[in-house]
């Protein structure tokens, strides 16, 4: 496959350095490249340096190297347990960002009600999703995300990278909770979208890069020979993406 037969939109993506290693790229010009050869429209991308050090720096630091480019839909990383809410709020209103991004495992804090509840709560109130990255180091346990989940349906969760390992969780928490998405760009199980299709509907899964880590052209073939009807690609691709975060063409 040269370039995708649809439009796609690539949910999860980060840009900028890590503090830990190098990676192969790291730049907007890198990713625009590598969006250009794969046929990808438009990515969500956050900054891992937001991760380890100075969250809210981070957050800006990715809007200056997105520089308005429209390819690029800007993701903040926030801190539950330590950032201010009322500054994060300012941050997310100037920069109009409709996602955040958690990393609970990380920063050492759990993914409960007692920490989460006035988050959650205001992002309900602010019409924002939220992603957790899932993967061999899932950064939420199972048992918090489900019952701190479930006490905030208004919140449209978005599993980020998950792993076929992440399988015995997503399986359930897919038809337990209608809130929740899946991002399918770790999830390589024999006949595994189809399975989900079946199981749990087409409406919440999206395409995922997991760049840089990932190149996004293999999934991408995959997705494009996996027997899907023509709708449903279009659901994975981009649809449900642009439907959680009401994007414009």
């Not at 995300?145 to 792993?163: D, E, F, K, M, N």
Request: charged content about 25%; proline content about 6%; some cysteine.
């Amino acid at each position: 496959m040269n370039q995708p037969s649809t439009i796609v939109y690539d949910c999860n993506a980060s840009l900028g350095r890590r503090h830990d290693r190098r990676v192969a790229y790291d730049t907007r010009a890198d990713l625009r490249r590598i969006m250009t050869e794969a046929g990808i429209s438009r990515t969500v991308v956050y900054n891992p340096q937001s991760v380890s050090f100075g969250g809210l720096d981070g957050n800006q630091w990715l809007l200056e190297e997105i520089d308005g480019d429209p390819a690029l839909i800007p993701q903040f990383v926030v801190n539950f347990a330590t950032h201010d809410l009322d500054e994060v709020d300012a941050q997310v209103r100037e920069s109009g960002v409709r996602s955040l991004r958690i990393f609970p495992v990380t920063q050492r804090y759990p993914f409960v009600h007692w920490i989460a509840d006035p988050w959650l709560e205001w992002m309900a109130d602010r019409g924002l999703s939220l992603w957790i990255p899932m993967g061999l180091q899932a950064e939420v346990d199972a048992r918090d995300l489900y019952q701190t989940a479930s006490r905030h349906p208004q919140v449209p969760i978005v599993l980020a990278g998950s792993h076929y390992s992440n399988y015995p969780v997503v399986w359930p928490m897919l038809r337990s909770l209608r809130h929740i998405f899946l991002d399918l760009s770790r999830f390589d199980i024999p006949h595994g979208v189809q399975r989900l299709i079946a199981h749990a509907g087409v409406e919440r899964l999206l395409y995922g890069s997991d760049y840089p880590e990932v190149d996004p052209k293999p999934y991408l073939h995959y997705l494009h020979r996996a027997g899907l009807e023509r709708a449903q690609i279009d659901a994975i691709c981009h649809g449900n993406l642009r439907r959680l975060l009401r994007l414009e063409d």
